[in-house]
């Protein structure tokens, strides 16, 4: 992967981009996380598609931009870059708060989304894992946020199901990303404007619905099995929200599917992308 900078609204945005022709399959990672978790679609579906990964600012190796961040003005900050880099048309895919980034960017320019593909989506409902709604709390969630190896274990069992699957490489992205000056402050501004020790606020999750049920595109709902962070019955139920949903639980497989199961996931997300751009 050869990394690129976009200025977008004077920050700094870190992208990688596999080029080709086509509409371009725009990736959004994880709260915390970083364009990495994209490396098994990057590598294994360039030849076939054009894909984009990007670091939210204050994530990987974006600048930290205009501190806090929420869902709305990450999907504001996407949809300039979508500008910056001259895409019309985009297959959005995020994982996590990339989901919930996805739909935001959908709502803010319906036109532009061509298909949804939302893994693991945050912020569907109240329900979200204890250790980001205790990291909401003052104090508590600065040390539970430190950088440190206790944080760095916390996200990676957090992110799989399966911990073979951490191999060396990925945990040093992790380190790097947890280690990284300013990343806990960035990580805690987003929770603490989404959610509380009772759970996601309800304006955020009612948002959310409102969004996946009012898209225009059709919308692809991922989810593990096993996640720890989110429970798949949260993507499960809303899967008839929008008009052409479809919801696929893959077993043995935690928050990170296009991670964890790889190999099964490009195949959904390969199948479902000719089907967007073909209707």
């Not at 981009?17 to 959004?28: A, H, R």
């Not at 910056?84 to 985009?90: H, K, P």
Request: hydrophobic share 45%; aromatic share 6%; with cysteine.
């Amino acid at each position: 992967m050869i990394d690129r900078t976009a200025v977008v609204d004077g920050v700094k945005i870190r992208y990688v981009d596999t080029g080709g022709e086509g509409v371009p399959l725009f990736l959004s990672s994880g709260i915390g996380g970083s364009l990495e978790l994209w490396s098994r679609q990057l590598e294994a579906l360039a030849g076939s598609h054009r894909l984009i990964a990007w670091d939210y600012p204050g994530h990987g190796l974006s600048d930290m931009g205009r501190q806090p961040y929420d869902p709305d003005s990450y999907a504001a900050c996407a949809l300039a870059l979508l500008d910056v880099l001259g895409l019309e048309r985009v297959i959005a895919v995020g994982n996590s708060l990339g989901g919930t980034v996805a739909l935001r960017l959908s709502g803010l320019a319906p036109d532009r989304i061509a298909g949804l593909v939302l893994v693991a989506p945050a912020m569907l409902g109240p329900e979200v894992f204890l250790p980001f709604r205790l990291m909401s709390l003052p104090l508590l969630g600065e040390l539970m946020a430190k950088p440190g190896e206790a944080s760095v274990e916390r996200q990676l069992v957090a992110l799989f199901h399966d911990p073979a699957v951490v191999t060396e490489d990925l945990r040093a992205i992790v380190r790097r990303n947890v280690h990284r000056p300013g990343a806990a402050k960035a990580l805690l501004g987003t929770l603490r404007r989404t959610m509380s020790l009772a759970g996601v606020h309800e304006s955020v999750w009612r948002k959310s619905l409102q969004c996946l049920e009012a898209a225009a595109s059709p919308v692809l709902l991922i989810h593990g099995k096993q996640d720890a962070v989110l429970p798949f019955q949260q993507s499960e139920r809303h899967a008839a929200l929008p008009q052409r949903g479809q919801f696929v639980l893959l077993d043995a497989c935690g928050h990170t599917p296009q991670f964890e199961r790889a190999e099964e996931f490009n195949g959904l997300l390969t199948t479902f992308a000719r089907r967007a751009v073909s209707r």
